[in-house]
């Protein structure tokens, strides 16, 4: 993959039952998405500020599968998710499981939203992993849908 002033080119994909999305930018700070610690703030303040933040981060998701899925849904479940982050090497460095596991959450969501997958438990997402990286460009998680069906 090579991203270049936004711009995103998706390079040797898989095959049929391998699918990427990428969600590519600025959206909360210098940051692609909120960690679990900011939405637990935003809950924390008030419970509509908390449901904002989880809203505009759904879709945020939704915008990038619309993008990058159209025409897809899971036609062999139960899925993995593999997430790939690249997080700003500029400024503090964050708690990965708290980006992990609130990206996690939006990003299911928003597969059940765009009907992509039926229902966001373990008949249709099985497991997914996790690595993280640090780029001097535009932040964004890349996040591959694996069909491992049984």
């Given at each position: 993959m090579t991203v270049t002033n936004g711009e995103t080119t998706v390079l040797n994909l898989k095959d049929s039952t391998t699918k990427k999305v990428f969600i590519v930018g600025q959206f909360y700070g210098e940051k692609t998405l909120p960690s679990l610690n900011d939405a637990i703030s935003q809950y924390s303040r008030h419970p509509q500020a908390g449901g904002k933040m989880k809203d505009d981060c759904k879709w945020i998701c939704i915008s990038a599968i619309r993008k990058?899925?159209?025409g897809y849904k899971v036609t062999n479940p139960?899925?993995?998710?593999?997430?790939?982050?690249y997080e700003p090497n500029r400024g503090q460095k964050r708690d990965v499981m708290n980006i992990f596991s609130w990206a996690d959450k939006c990003f299911e969501d928003a597969l059940t939203d765009c009907k992509i997958i039926d229902k966001d438990n373990p008949d249709w997402v099985s497991n997914a992993t996790h690595e993280f990286f640090y780029t001097d460009g535009e932040p964004y998680i890349e996040i591959e849908i694996e069909e491992k069906g049984e």
């Open positions: 990058w899925l159209k139960p899925i993995i998710l593999h997430y790939k982050f």
